[in-house]
């Protein structure tokens, strides 16, 4: 039987927090500082990612007054994004409490994203890459989940992540279906998953080794072979690029042919449910 189309209900979650304190570690994974600042990398990358995807679908927000069910999602799909982003700048934050300087990669970055992509590029092809991204969250989101990718990390940053995940598994679909509603070409969606996962790949190399330069004693012959573990210890880049374009390049693709939400639902309804309390011990 193929998988239905029906995503359900998107659920904005946003009573979650996910608090990090001065007690956090600078090396949080146990593997050490390559798999620390290759995720840490990528959480740079979040806050003005997830706002540039909700720019990029909210410019076609009038369009869809036909199809209130999309709407729905896409306001779910904002809530959900814009939450995601206010935790990973919190998390930045914590970075520079500890004495990282990300400040000049911040600013290279954002002058790249909304001058370049967002200020140059087509509102069209903006939603193209947003759709192509999003369908790359979520397989990276899966292969998270199911791989227990950060059972040697802090239960902090597992928490984070994998909340994340999970919710970017649930609205995979939303960018993709406003794209194969307004602009629905294949060229566009194929030249948008180009652009976005080269900018996505190089992005994120650049700020894992930013964070990496700055651990003393390292050096670049050190430097290179932190990468090397992070990549033997969770080849992710390589697992997920491959597999994500088999999937996005076939004409018929669409996000929720990859059946991985109930995967999602599963662990988004353990992070919601409450703590039962210790049974009490009888007296002797």
Known sequence: MAPSHDAGRIQPRLHLKFPFDSSFPRIWHRNGPGSTHLWNGLNMLFPQGERFFVRSVNYYLPQLGDAPELRAQVKAFFAQEGKHAREHQDYIELLA???YEVQGFLRRYESFLWTFIHGALSPSLRLSITAALEHYTALMGEHTLRLGVFADGHPAMRSLIEWHAAEEIEHKAVAFDVLKKVAPGYGLRVFGMVLGVVSLFALWFAATVTLLR??????????????WRAHKKDPVLFRVLGGGLTQYLRPSFHPLDNDNLA???AHLAKLEAPVEPMPEREAA
Do not use: K, V
């Open 263 to 265: 995967l999602a639902r």
């Open 97 to 99: 409490s500890q004495g």
């Open 214 to 227: 700055q651990e003393q004693g390292l050096g670049w012959m050190g430097l290179l072979r932190e990468l």
